[in-house]
């Protein structure tokens, strides 16, 4: 099992639709979570944090379920800007020292007018 | 705009060249990264530095060799690539080394797009 899944995609959504992406984790002992966006052929930039009690940013909500090890994105208002790779970002477990983030796939959002 | 800064942001070299990318940061991160993408892929991890040390290296061939002069400038020294190393070499950074710290957040440059003939 991989350390980090999502659904490829891509999500077709008409603007202003509302859309959800799920991403599961392995390690029930991971402590950060994130959420990234990619642009084709730019950088991946911070879209937010996960936190255990969940939080939201404009027309972003994120969601943890610690039980179940997934992490959610909700976009509500989908904008044609919104298209992009959204990429899960968790840390594994195992040494400290040897820790670095671990990125999932991405999930590919295709906004349509 | 991204603070971490890199140059050249392309790059095109052949087999048998020696190159470097460079890669600055003035944030006061004490961590630093070489990522490299693919295409249609995620970025894939090659290594940490933390507080000038190498950190970790993800077992990635010699013909990559890093380099951290000091805590803002962080180098990847390219010689003998092969022509499937072609990639968008990222760099990145944190104010301590992510995974180790709780909610640590990576911050990117904006590539090199590497292309080896």
């Known amino acids: 099992r991989k350390e980090v899944e999502q659904d490829p995609g891509p999500f077709n959504v008409p603007e202003g639709a509302t859309v959800a992406f799920n991403c599961t984790y392995s390690?029930?002992?991971?402590?950060?979570f994130f959420w990234y966006r990619q642009d084709c052929r730019k950088e991946p930039k911070l879209l937010m944090s996960v936190y255990s009690s969940g939080n939201e940013d404009g027309r972003f909500t994120a969601q943890l379920n610690r039980a179940s090890q997934y992490i959610s994105l909700l976009i509500r208002d989908s904008k044609l800007s919104d298209s992009a790779t959204y990429l899960c970002?968790?840390?594994?477990?195992?040494?400290?020292?040897?820790?670095?983030?671990?990125f999932g796939s991405g999930t590919r959002l295709q906004v349509q007018p | 705009d991204t603070e971490v800064t890199q140059t050249p942001k392309h790059l095109v070299m052949g087999m048998t060249n020696k190159k470097s990318l460079k890669c600055e940061q003035h944030?006061?991160?004490?961590?630093m990264y070489w990522y490299k993408q693919k295409a249609k892929k995620p970025p894939e991890l090659m290594f940490v530095?933390?507080?000038?040390?190498?950190?970790i290296n993800e077992s990635v061939p010699s013909r990559f060799s890093p380099e951290c002069p000091n805590s803002s400038l962080l180098n990847l020294h390219l010689h003998a690539l092969q022509p499937e190393d072609s990639a968008l070499y990222l760099c990145?950074?944190?104010?301590?080394?992510?995974?180790?710290?709780?909610?640590?957040?990576?911050?990117f440059g904006s590539g090199t797009q590497l292309s080896v003939l």
């Open positions: 530095y933390s507080y000038e040390k190498l950190s």
């Open positions: 944030m006061g991160h004490r961590a």
């Open positions: 970002v968790v840390t594994p477990g195992g040494d400290p020292g040897r820790r670095a983030l671990t």
């Open positions: 390690n029930s002992a991971s402590q950060s």
């Open positions: 990145a950074s944190s104010q301590e080394q992510a995974g180790s710290v709780t909610n640590e957040k990576l911050f």
